[in-house]
């Protein structure tokens, strides 16, 4: 619409114009080498699969409530793996040419700047429910997030203008923020939904101040595109 191009920056000239270098073959995926994780879109040269979220920290406390979660999962699916590290996400991961890296990180910054860190008001990150879904050819476990929604609904209308600018796709509508614990390749939901959830609930339940254990840093927010990463400090 005219309003929307009005405020969208100029973007970088595009590759593959004339007198450009021929782009080089899409790089083959090993989906062994990753764990049988499968991409959601092809790894070429040039394309940068970038995610917008909030770090979160783990309590020491917090390890052992996941190793029995895991431990319970793998009773009934083996394959299940618990994640490195957590966070919660802003956006999907969407696909960024690199000339668009700086102007899109830019725009990011500047959304962001008004923002003020909600770290004294931060409460249990996690409430006690367990949840399971899928993306991207996998099924993750985790955790819903109750504290901070309506914040959260802020910072995800704030990325999606910029994935708007970008005419990248932007989150879900209506999202339910969770942070992932473990996960396994395929959809194996059948086999984890029902008496194994409930089961993992049950643990949760019964562990001591589990809902404390993981909290969300509302310090900054972080974009990780390809291998590089990128803080915006909220103030």
Known sequence: SRSRSAGRPRLPAPTGLPGDAEPEDATTDDSCRHGGRIRGFPHERGNWATHVYLPCTAQEEFTELLELLVSRARAHVPSVEAMEEFHLSLSHCVVLRYHWI????RALRERLAPFHSMLPA??????KGCVLFLLLFRTFIGL???????QLLELVSEVDRVLEEFDLPTFYKDPSFHISL???VGDLSGKLEGQCLRELQDIVDGFEDS?????????QVRCKSGNKYFCFPLR
């Open 102 to 105: 700086e102007p899109f990180v």
């Open 211 to 219: 809902a404390l254990l993981l909290r969300i840093q509302w310090e």
């Open 144 to 150: 819903e997030v109750s504290a901070g929604h309506f």
């Open 182 to 184: 473990a996960w396994c």
């Open 122 to 127: 931060v409460l249990c990150a996690a409430r």
